[in-house]
């Protein structure tokens, strides 16, 4: 079984939006036995609070439901639980890595490396959830192939 943890700042807009996606896409796929997937928040500012409502609506829009989903915060511990960890933008990877203390094993990575690389920008400062969408979309299809080889 492959586990990972998606981790932005708060977890309720970008790291939520790829968990849920992820899950809905591993689902499809018939491979939803072979997945952990959850998320997580570097930050303490949101914890507790359900998810954004522009994150909610999106999902909504592509049938997808994140009901019952409150931000929780990274662990060191989530270090050695997870094989991989997934940050969406540069902030997320230095917060993260101090949270874990270090990342001996490779396993922090930021999502667009599995597409075209870059940051995942973040909807609460842009307010613009569909960029935030396909940005998500094209790095968890580019995840999914490289561990899947399909």
Not at 21 to 34: I, S, T, Y
Not at 128 to 148: K, M, N, P, Q, S
Request: glycine share 10%.
């Amino acid at each position: 079984m492959t586990k990972i943890l998606f981790v932005c700042h708060g977890n309720i807009c970008r790291s939520t939006m790829a968990e849920f996606l992820l899950k809905d896409m591993v689902k499809k796929a018939g491979l939803e036995n072979e997945f952990y997937i959850a998320s997580a928040a570097t930050s303490t500012e949101e914890i507790g609070n359900p998810v954004h409502p522009g994150t909610r609506a999106k999902l909504a829009e592509v049938g997808i439901s994140c009901a019952g989903k409150y931000a929780v915060q990274m662990t060191k511990s989530d270090y050695q639980r997870y094989d991989l960890l997934i940050g969406m933008d540069a902030a997320n990877i230095r917060n993260m890595t101090k949270i874990s203390g270090g990342d001996s094993d490779g396993k922090i990575r930021l999502l667009l490396d599995y597409a075209d690389g870059g940051s995942v920008a973040d909807p609460w400062y842009t307010g613009d959830f569909d960029a935030t969408y396909r940005d998500v979309l094209l790095g968890c299809e580019g995840l999914l192939r490289e561990i899947t080889g399909k």
